[in-house]
């Protein structure tokens, strides 16, 4: 696969998996022929039609062994990465789609089978199958002679170009390789298009190799195309195109390295690759094919680049590749915050903090180092940094994770996806996420309607604990009834009639000082109730220090204004990072350091400064208020005084 990026509204799947079909059949029929004239489906449960007289090329005992389980057990299991449109995708019903999806779909019901849809981190998606995971895996992935050591292709399904986007306001045209010289590239971390530019550039002294930035998913470019710390992002040329749709950016140059996506199987699972080779036919022939290019590519099928006609023939080593080490992890539970698959986001209040803990096994081969880490993928940033694993963990043992992390400040439903990643950032493993509500503020409740007293207002304003040490959680609950609107926050705050909250409701804070938090409650005749709660801070001596954190201009600015920040920390320090609304601006930043943001929008932002070190962590925050630009109004000319007339002696 070239590389990843993400669709507008990131939706879910982190379970196990998602069965997209249903087919009851014997096993004689799964040998029958392939049926033809069927429609596109999308990954929505389907009952496929029994296939008619189907008849899979002859393979020997030992290459047939994959085919016989699956026609056995009549079920297909997938491995994809869904985060790469218009080839994977969660739609908004939250349920796997795509043109990949759609296909392998197509397939399964040209076979007869049920799919299983597991969402795994791409770059363990070979992996996956070496480990006999999955039986095939599918997500644009790019056949190459290194992926064909570790696995066997279909044949070729799809045939693209890349493409190479830049800023908007860019000069940078890519007509080849070498136009890249010197440049700050990025690309998507396993993708071909990071080998090529390793292997052209970096290799040959064109490019630094502090230079090439590769991310787990390449939407993770995007924020570092706008602040100009890299000059171009290399991609396929159809993720490309949905890339910088509404981004301020362009595509500067294409067609230098043309891929051919095929499906993945385990190595000598003959009868298995020529069942799919002879279901992608019939696909291709029925007018299905055309179907799915017009729906997910959005191009016509004359438009799509010729499929190469040169078959793809399975690498025999000479001698059996020795398997040594291959990492794997398989999602168990939720420990807390169980959306229910999206059926049920838990609610939080805008910037709330908390911590959501999942359960995995190690369902690879080897043991887990104590530097593994869960970290946030793709989706919604809640600010949560990489947490690491801590301690060895053997295959098939269990361990529980958790991220600490803020809900957003606007009002909707959210998903951050996470994944597992080794000692070298590299991911694996299957996707899990984190799935919330912030509601709007609450709506005034009206007046009675009789003249009657208004029942008694009950308000409790409380916290555990109210007594902590830097970089230590406190809770404050809070539960009301019989009253017009609430507002929580810190004592001091300009803006707090727009911090309304719900009615029973609380907040985890991390005060770096003793810090007094304020519940204004508006009863139902108009007074209000003004409560406060004081947590008191104590210093952690062995944490860092945050000495400055300044801002200019401080707490207000225009919209489209740069905000110049620089803070100091001292002390022992892991990492500096530096986050606006929980939202990841500036990662590892130095201890003595500088950022300019440029928010586009009004509205308020909370900016935190974290300080991490081996005595624990340190927070500060400041408040920023942006206001809407105002237009400036022509100058009025000064009106010239009437002459005053003098009476001439």
């Not at 508006?522 to 709660?533: P, S, V």
Request: glycine share 8%; aromatic share 8%; hydrophobic share 40%.
């Amino acid at each position: 696969m070239s590389d990843h990026i993400h669709p507008p509204i990131p939706p879910a799947s982190k379970r196990p998996s998602l069965t997209l079909g249903l087919c009851l059949i014997t096993a004689a029929a799964i040998l029958a022929t392939l049926v033809v004239n069927s429609s596109p489906s999308t990954a929505q449960t389907t009952s496929p039609p029994a296939p008619a007289a189907a008849s899979p090329a002859a393979a020997s005992p030992s290459s047939g062994g994959d085919w016989n389980r699956i026609k056995a057990t009549r079920k297909l299991v997938v491995a994809t990465s869904i985060d790469y449109p218009p080839f994977t995708f969660y739609n908004t019903e939250f349920q796997p789609d795509g043109f990949d999806i759609a296909l392998i779909q197509e397939i399964a019901k040209r076979l007869g089978l049920v799919v299983e849809i597991n969402d795994y981190a791409f770059d363990g998606l070979l992996g996956t199958l070496q480990l006999k995971q999955a039986d095939v895996a599918i997500a644009a992935l790019s056949i190459t002679p290194q992926r064909q050591k570790r696995v066997d292709f279909s044949s070729i399904y799809f045939s693209g170009n890349d493409a190479y986007v830049v800023p908007a306001s860019s000069s940078l045209r890519v007509r080849t390789i070498d136009d890249l010289y010197g440049k700050k590239i990025g690309a998507q971390n396993g993708s071909v298009y990071a080998t090529q530019l390793r292997d052209q550039l970096v290799d040959q002294g064109k490019v630094d190799k502090q230079n090439l930035l590769l991310y787990s998913q390449i939407s993770g470019a995007a924020p570092d195309l706008q602040q100009n710390r890299i000059d171009v992002a290399v991609m396929g040329l159809l993720p490309a195109q949905d890339f910088i749709q509404n981004t301020g950016f362009r595509i500067a140059g294409q067609g230098l390295n043309r891929q051919n996506f095929g499906i993945a199987v385990p190595q000598g699972s003959d009868n298995l690759r020529t069942s799919i080779n002879s279901a992608i036919n019939v696909i291709r022939a029925d007018g299905t094919f055309d179907l799915l290019v017009a729906k997910y590519l959005k191009v016509s099928p004359d438009d799509i680049q010729p499929i190469p006609e040169t078959p793809i023939t399975p690498v025999k080593p000479a001698i059996p590749a020795q398997v040594t080490c291959i990492d794997g992890a398989s999602f168990v539970a939720d420990l807390n915050y169980d959306d229910q698959n999206m059926t049920a986001p838990p609610i939080f209040g805008p910037g709330q903090r908390f911590t959501k803990t999942w359960r995995f096994r190690n369902s690879g081969n080897c043991a887990w180092k104590s530097d593994y880490a869960i970290a946030f993928s793709y989706g919604t940033n809640l600010g949560g940094l990489p947490v690491r694993v801590g301690r060895e963990v053997a295959p098939g043992e269990t361990i529980d994770l958790s991220a600490d992390v803020l809900a957003p400040f606007t009002t909707g439903t959210f998903q951050s996806f996470w994944s597992l990643v080794n000692s070298s950032g590299v991911g694996f493993g299957e996707v899990v996420w984190i799935g919330l509500q912030v509601p709007a503020p609450p709506t005034p409740l009206p007046p009675p309607p009789s003249p009657t007293a208004p029942p008694d207002a009950q308000i409790n304003f409380s916290a555990n604990p109210t007594s902590i040490t830097s970089g230590q959680p406190a809770t404050l609950i809070w539960r009301t009834a019989n009253v017009q609107a609430v507002y929580f926050y810190q004592q001091g705050d300009p803006n707090w009639a727009s911090q309304g909250v719900a009615g029973n409701d609380q907040r985890i804070v991390y005060p770096t000082q003793t810090t007094v938090y304020e519940l204004r409650t508006i009863l139902r005749d108009g007074n209000t109730d003004l409560r406060q709660i004081r947590i008191d801070v104590a210093p952690n001596a062995a944490a860092p220090v945050i000495t400055a954190l300044n801002s200019n201009p401080q707490q207000t600015s225009q919209a489209g204004q740069c905000i110049n920040f620089n803070w100091n920390v001292s002390g022992a320090v892991d990492r500096v990072s530096f986050t606006g609304n929980g939202a990841l601006l500036y990662d590892y930043a130095p201890v003595n350091g500088s950022f300019t943001h440029c928010p586009a929008l009004p509205g308020t932002i909370i900016y935190e400064l974290i300080a991490y070190g081996p005595g624990g962590s340190t927070r500060q925050q400041l408040g920023m208020q942006v206001l809407q630009n105002q237009p400036v109004l022509p100058s009025m000319p000064t009106p010239i005084p009437e002459p005053t007339l003098t009476p001439i002696p």
